[in-house]
C-alpha cells in the first residue's frame, strides 16, 4: 500500500533539485503540493509538503539534527500514508477524507539538509571547507549541526539567551552539535521554520528527533497533559521531562510560547544514528500516532 520508503535512506542532495523521496513521491502521486519555506546556508531547499483541504493545520518538522535523518524517511511516509488515504478513504481507523477535509497536514521532511550532507560526505567541496573542518577536526559523525556548526534546535526564540549564558560558560563553540547561534533565529533554516509557524499558527506542531521513545509536550497545561497521555498510550512511549540544557531554545519551546499545543517525539531507541531496518517499526507507532492526532485536539 504505502511505498517502500523504508527501503533506503533519505539522502538530500540531487541534482535536479529533488531527493530520493520526493522523486518517489512523485513517480506515485505526480502531483503533490509543495511550498518552499527556506534555502538552507548552502542554498539547499527546505520544502514543505501540504495534504488536505482543511483550514486548520498540523506542522510536522523533521531532521533539525543531522544524526537524525531517519525521521525524514518518517515525514515521507507520513505524506504517503497521507495521499494514500486521501484517496482510499479509512485508515488506522480514521476517516482520511473526512479528516483532510477538515484539516490541513504541512510536513517539512528535512529542516538541516546541508548537516544531513555533512554527515554523509563531509567537507569536501564546501565553500568553507576550512571553517567546517576546523569545527569538526575533520570528523562529522557526530554532526548533528547546520553548515555553519548551529544547532539549529537551539536556534529559536524561546530562553535563547539563558540558553546561551548556560553554553558559554559550558565552553560551547560552534561545532557538531549545542552551539545555538548569536541570536535567535540567526540561521535561514530555523527562520524559515519559525516563519511558517508564526504565519499559519498551526494546532499543533510536531518535531521529530531521534532516539528515546519518548515524547515531549508543551506548553505545561491539563489540556496538553491529556493529548500526550493519549499519544504516550498509542504509541507506547512515555512522556519526558527535559532537563538541563534540552530544556532551552528548542522548536516546540518556541511555538508552545505562542500558544500551540507543541510535541517532541524522540522516535526509535538506540544510538543515532539508528539503523535503516528500524524504519518501519518507528512508522507503525509514530505514523498512527500522527494520523490521528486530530482526533484529540
Ligand atoms: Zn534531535
Known sequence: ???????????????????????????????????????????????????????????????????????????????DYLLYGSGAGRIYDVDCKLLLSKYCFIIVPCVNPDGIELRYHGASGSPIYDRQMRMSGGDFSTWQANARGVDLNHNYDAGFYRYAALARDMGIMPGASRYGGEYPESEPE???????????????????HSQGEEIYAFPDTPYVKRIARRISSATGYSIGVPEGSAAFSGLCDYTASLGIPSFTFEVGQGKNPLPESDISAIFERVGKAIVTLPTLL
Open 1 to 79: 500500500m504505502v511505498a517502500k520508503s523504508d527501503k533506503e535512506f533519505f539522502v538530500p542532495a540531487d541534482s535536479d533539485g529533488r531527493n530520493n523521496m520526493m522523486r518517489r513521491l512523485y513517480e506515485k502521486y505526480g502531483e503533490i503540493r509543495v511550498y518552499p519555506i527556506a534555502k538552507s546556508i548552502m542554498s539547499r531547499p527546505i520544502d514543505a509538503l501540504y495534504v488536505g483541504d482543511g483550514e486548520m493545520y498540523i506542522c510536522v518538522f523533521a531532521a533539525h539534527h543531522a544524526l537524525e535523518s531517519i525521521t525524514s524517511n518518517i515525514a515521507y511516509m507520513l505524506v
Open 190 to 208: 530555523s527562520r524559515g521554520v519559525a516563519n511558517l509557524v508564526r504565519t499559519i499558527m498551526p494546532s499543533a506542531v510536531i518535531s521529530l
